[in-house]
């Protein structure tokens, strides 16, 4: 099945200019851009009417079914939040909560614009089926968590889930669903526990995601618990000898940047979360200069509370010329590939985020005519600075389209209010 996108606007870096150009995608993928209309038998026909076409965004860190925990227990300490509110909540999780949290979420990702998202969590396979129906992307994990020094891991049951959902899921849904292992952090894992999922992820061929150096308190108990930083800890254990995603890093060293770039660890940056949560500022700066790969997280809506990377894009944007003192310290055009080309490349998706001839057709359609985004001079800082997920006219995943004007194409919006009002209403009895 074949799509033109018909007086599309491409951002300038694609080389076309101010002129209005036919996208045509086939089956998963760009195949042609041209200035003159296509042979269009067979082919659907969108009239983009002038607007900007995007490549579209992936959220390289999130929960998705903590949707279920969006405003419960807000303007608390970290510890406190954590443990009196978050904790407790989660222990009462079931398939059928996380399913519902998990289609919630994905829509709220489509309207958004999110394409594909990485997740470590619990009930996964929930999530996982939430993925497939709704036709979106993801990297899920299964995450572990592991307190006994002394750990059989040949025993551990949430090690034994991991591997059966990266048996049954990896490569679903054409290739669209990859399944990565997790590690929670260092201060919720023994170090037994680490090296033995990191053989298991270098003998599989699989991703790495787990949160580092997310809060002072964790970088410091760490070094008082083991003599080294939380990158240190797992570098020793071997868990960056494979493609690693490392949530927050708000608190790393000068030494920890430059193993995180040795390695050629992705990180994700999280700035609402970690402002949220009241974590602190990530050294962007500092990481992007040393090479590093990073991309953009939502994190969970427990800690943000929308899962919405221009929000993300735009506090990133603002954010660190604030607490460095400089308006020009990142360009524009380097925070928009944090939430696109470097999200894809974190997830080991090579051939997504950019709209170019042969890469998937993962792409946006934005609105150039909201009164917010008039006048037009410079997209990327329309983008930044002046946009909102509200601009996003159309969403296509893999070549499908999955939101256009107001509409889902694969989630019935009003049978999933009336799920989500029967999981919410009843989650704290
Ligand atoms: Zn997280």
């Known amino acids: 099945m074949k799509t033109v996108l018909k007086n599309v ?24 851009i041209t200035r003159e209309m296509p042979d269009t038998t067979h082919a659907e026909v969108v009239d983009c009417k002038g607007n900007l076409l995007i490549p579209a965004f992936y959220n390289a860190h999130s929960h998705a079914a903590m949707t279920l925990f969006r405003g419960y227990g807000e303007d608390l300490p970290l510890q406190k939040w954590l443990n009196d509110r978050i904790l407790p909540a989660e222990d009462r999780l079931t398939y059928r909560s996380a399913y519902v949290a998990s289609k919630l979420a994905i829509a709220e990702m489509l309207r958004a614009g999110i394409v594909s998202f990485s997740d470590m969590y619990m009930f996964m396979d929930a999530t996982a089926e939430a993925v497939l129906e709704t036709g979106i992307k993801a990297n899920l994990a299964r995450c572990v968590v592991s307190f006994d020094p002394d750990i059989d891991m040949t025993q551990d049951y949430r090690t034994r889930e991991a591997l059966e959902l990266a048996e049954k899921y990896h490569g679903a849904g054409e290739g669209r669903l990859k399944i990565d292992l997790s590690l929670h952090a260092e201060y919720t894992n023994v170090p037994r526990c680490c090296s033995y999922l990191a053989e298991l992820a270098r003998d599989r061929q699989m991703r790495m995601q787990i949160h580092l150096s997310e809060t002072q308190k964790e970088q410091a108990d760490c070094i008082r618990r083991h003599g080294k930083t939380p990158a240190q800890f797992f570098y020793d254990l071997g868990v960056f000898d494979v493609p690693t995603t490392a949530a927050h890093c708000v608190w790393v ?5 430059d193993l995180l770039a040795k390695c050629k660890v992705f990180v994700a940056h999280n700035p609402v979360s970690n402002l949220k949560l009241g974590s602190g500022v990530m050294p962007l700066q500092k990481l992007l200069a040393k090479g590093v790969t990073v991309a953009l997280g ?16 735009q506090t990133a944007a603002i954010l660190h010329k604030g607490v460095q003192n400089d308006p020009a310290l990142i360009a524009g055009e380097e925070i928009f590939r944090l939430a696109t080309r470097n999200g894809a490349l974190s997830q080991g998706r090579d051939d997504c985020g950019e709209v170019r001839v042969g890469m998937r057709a993962d792409l946006l359609l934005i609105d150039r005519n909201s009164l917010h985004n008039m006048p037009c001079y410079d997209e990327i800082a329309m983008l930044l600075y002046s946009a909102d997920s509200h601009d996003v006219l ?21 049978r999933l209010r009336f799920e989500c009002r029967e999981v919410f209403s009843h989650y704290f009895d």
């Open 298 to 313: 939502t994190d969970g809506a427990a800690s943000n509370n929308r899962l919405d990377l221009f929000r993300e894009m």
């Open 253 to 257: 060293t000068d030494e920890d940047v």
């Open 9 to 32: 606007t491409l951002l300038r870096e694609y080389g076309f200019g101010d002129q209005s150009v036919c996208v045509t995608v086939d089956g998963h993928t760009i195949e042609s």
């Open 394 to 414: 159309m969403t296509m995943v893999d070549g499908r389209i999955l939101y256009q004007n107001g509409a889902y194409t694969s989630i019935d919006e009003e």
